[in-house]
């Protein structure tokens, strides 16, 4: 097994389809998300209700602009700093490329939503596929404070 490492972002006030996390394995270094969380911290009630599209996406080549650099934090406090680059609460999303959608769901913006991938489900991007992000599917209809964490192996 892998260094695993954990990517943040902060609740964040969103009002655009965001890519939530932007991965960029180094070389030789292939990435594999174990599971991610999403939550929001201002829309309460039945008359906020609202479903959002969350995708993984890979391949793109340009990074996406308008978040902030993601430091991946290791699980293991002994482990070494993440070969990864990441990003996080990019409000232009990653562009050009050959892409595939690899992962999609739903997310009701009323409860918190937590996948955990079996093995065999995990979500894989190498330095040859370039990125791999946790895309919105639309923006949400109004400003919605958004967090998320992402556990992310380097096998």
């Known amino acids: 097994m892998g260094r695993i490492y954990t990517v943040n972002l902060s609740p964040t006030a969103i009002t655009v389809a965001a ?3 932007e991965l960029t ?3 030789n270094m292939p990435l ?3 599971g991610f969380k999403v939550w929001q911290t201002t829309d309460t009630g039945d008359a906020a209700e609202e479903l959002i599209t969350l995708s993984w996406v890979r391949g793109h080549t340009t990074s996406g602009s308008g978040g902030s650099a993601a430091t991946p934090v290791p699980k293991d406090h002994h482990d070494a700093a993440a070969s990864a680059t990441a990003e996080a609460g990019n409000t232009t999303a990653a562009s ?6 690899v992962y999609s769901t739903g ?3 009323r409860s918190p939503l937590e996948v955990v991938f079996t093995p065999e489900q995990r979500v894989r991007a190498d330095a040859g596929n370039t990125t791999l992000v946790l895309r919105m599917g639309a923006a949400p209809a109004d400003s919605l404070t958004i ?3 992402v556990d992310v192996e380097e096998i």
């Open 32 to 34: 594999l998300v174990h």
């Open 96 to 101: 050009v490329g050959t892409t595939t959608v």
């Open 19 to 21: 890519d939530l996390v």
């Open 25 to 27: 394995p180094a070389a």
């Open 147 to 149: 967090g998320c964490s």
């Open 107 to 109: 997310w009701n913006v």
